[in-house]
């Protein structure tokens, strides 16, 4: 991600997290994606899931940011 991608996500509030996990059978990313509450400036996890490649998490982590902003 660029600076400015990580600069506007933390301007709409939202955060994204890749990390390595082992899976069942084979090894993998988690995705979580974290929404910060106005008030307080706490964060909370809204979303999570695991994918194959990291690539595929800041896919998906990108398509549920740009259904919640619409």
């Not at 084979?26 to 400036?41: A, E, I, L, N, P």
Request: charged content about 25%; some cysteine.
């Amino acid at each position: 991600m660029t600076e400015r991608e990580i600069d506007t996500l933390l301007e709409m509030g939202w955060w994204i997290q890749v990390s390595p996990v082992q899976l069942l059978h084979s090894k993998g990313w988690t995705c979580g994606v974290y929404k910060q509450f106005k008030k307080s400036k706490n964060w909370v996890t809204e979303y999570v899931k695991s994918f194959e490649t990291p690539h595929e998490c800041y896919e998906w982590a990108n398509e549920v940011i740009k259904e919640q902003i619409k």
